[in-house]
């Protein structure tokens, strides 16, 4: 299984980024997808998660109403429209499926807001 973000770069404080998670390995379909983010020296917060058809979304409570998850279980691949971004949101961040036992992470993508 693996997991590949893109989509992360500089942006300015009030701008966008979108972010791409390509799945390979599995059929993403059956599993609920998760986006984290980390800041250097800190443990990964949770952002958002989709249920596997995409009807249930949640989010933390620092993204609620500027970044939205989405999937095309069609492509094998999970979004994270980020909007409003400012500062607090540089991080790493990194997509998650969990097919217990097993954890899979991609790489991660990093995500820097500054003017």
């Known amino acids: 299984v693996r997991l590949v973000e893109s989509g992360g770069g500089l942006v300015e404080p009030g701008g966008s980024l979108r972010l791409s998670c390509v799945v390979s390995g599995l059929a993403l379909s059956g599993f609920t997808m998760k986006w984290y983010r980390q800041l250097p020296g800190k443990g990964r917060d949770l952002v958002a998660s989709?249920?596997?058809?995409?009807?249930?979304?949640n989010y933390a409570d620092f993204v609620k109403g500027r970044f939205t998850i989405s999937r095309d279980n069609a492509k094998d691949t999970v979004y994270l429209q980020m909007n409003s971004l400012n500062t607090e949101d540089t991080a790493m961040y990194y997509c998650?499926?969990?097919?217990?036992?097993?954890?899979?992470w991609g790489q991660g993508t990093q995500v820097t807001v500054s003017s």
């Open positions: 998650n499926l969990r097919d217990d036992p097993a954890m899979y």
């Open positions: 989709i249920s596997p058809t995409g009807a249930t979304t």
